[in-house]
Every structure is written in C-alpha cells, then in structure tokens.
C-alpha cells in the first residue's frame, strides 16, 4: 500500500510499501516519531482516506473499490474510532452520545440505551448518564468516546494517541479495557501513541519511520 500526496508541484510519499496483516483478537501498537505516517495509515484503515497504490482488504472485500457509501456502512457497522480529542456532541447527554452509532445502524432505541448504560458502567460513568460533556471533565469526556466508539461491537478498532489527555488511571483504565475489548469480540485493536509505557502492553508493536514499517517488535 502507498499514499502520496502532491506538495507545491512535488510528490510526496507519506506511505512506502505498506505490507500488513493483522490477526483477530490482537492489540498492535504503532509507535514512531511525528511524520512517520502512523495518523495517514490509521486513517485509510478507517476509510477515512485512500490509498494511492494497493489495495487494502477489510472483512473481504478489496475496500479501495467500494462507494463511498458502502464504505461509510462499514465504518459505521465494523469500524470502532477513538481520537485524542473526543468529538462529542454538546447538546446530548453522555448516555445519547454512545447510542448514536447504534440508532444510525438502525438498532432499537431500548436495546441501543442499555448498550450505552452498559459500557458507561464499564468506564466507571454510570453515574454521568445523564450529563452533558460540558458538565464532565475532560477525562470523562474522553471515556464516554471510548464507550461510543465500542457499542456496536466493531471487529476493528483504531485509536489515535486516546490517553493523550488522559491521567494515569483513567489512561489504564482505557488500555485495559481497550484491550479486554478485543479479546472478547475477537477484534483488532490498532493503537497509535508516543506513550511507549502504554505501547508495551499490547501484544506487538510497530515501529514506522518515513512512511515505511521498520520493525515489528514482541511487546514487553
């Protein structure tokens, strides 16, 4: 897989000859210094963007071929996104934020509300249903997108540095349960984060450098 971008007349590659296979039920990490091309790579497996040269195949299918519509269909139903920053929407509720995916994938709105409460209650939020993220601090924030991102029980999940704004605990809390996440739903969970702590306690981790990958290393 590559990704070139045009740049001021020149070319500019930002993904080299990407060759990746993923395994179900794992936890990968990409670590790598600023401009390595960790963000661009999380963001074509998201279908968010494209590649230029490759394909890429997700649940079956060669997704470089599909519309963007049936692409925005898997995103909603297999793809589960965490980024530093939370994106909620600030006129619903904590509880309404996580069931938006769920109602979008036409899911009943009582079983899409006891997914949500569930998964607040995982993130230690069961008491914050109800708030607004303007009533919740930025830690909270940051767990209630967790919850979104797993209520429809995506089998691929892609975080971008999603401790960044966290403290300690609440950054275990969302590695562990993160990870326990993929286990369970037989997932893949793709992490990128300059936290190199936080990188260990994945099952690998990988190492890119100028667009290309360097090295796979066992996590420790």
């Known amino acids: 897989m590559q990704k070139t971008f045009r740049l001021d007349g020149s070319v500019v590659e930002v993904l080299k000859n990407i060759d990746l296979v993923l395994s179900s039920g794992k936890s990968v990490a990409i670590v790598g210094p600023s401009g390595a091309g960790k963000s661009t790579l999380l963001h074509i497996l998201g279908l968010l963007d494209k590649p230029t040269g490759g394909t890429y195949m997700f649940t079956g299918k060669d997704v470089t071929k599909l519309s963007e519509q049936e692409k925005a269909h898997l995103r909603l139903r297999h793809i589960g996104f965490i980024f530093q920053f939370h994106h909620l929407l600030p006129e619903f509720t904590a509880a309404e934020n996580v069931m938006l995916p769920a109602l979008m994938l036409g899911k ?113």
């Open 108 to 220: 009943p709105k009582a079983e899409a509300n006891a997914k949500a409460l569930e998964l607040l209650e995982l993130v230690g939020l069961a008491n914050r249903s109800v708030h607004r993220p303007g009533e919740l601090s930025g830690g909270e924030q940051q767990r209630v997108a967790l919850a979104r991102a797993l209520v429809n029980s995506p089998s691929l999940i892609l975080a971008d540095e999603p401790t960044g704004n966290l403290d300690s605990d609440s950054a275990t809390l969302t590695s562990e349960l993160l990870q326990s996440t993929a286990r369970q739903n037989n997932s893949v969970l793709i992490l990128v984060t300059h936290n190199h702590k936080l990188a260990r306690q994945m099952d690998e981790v990988l190492v890119m450098e100028s667009g290309r990958l360097a090295a796979f290393q066992a996590a420790t």
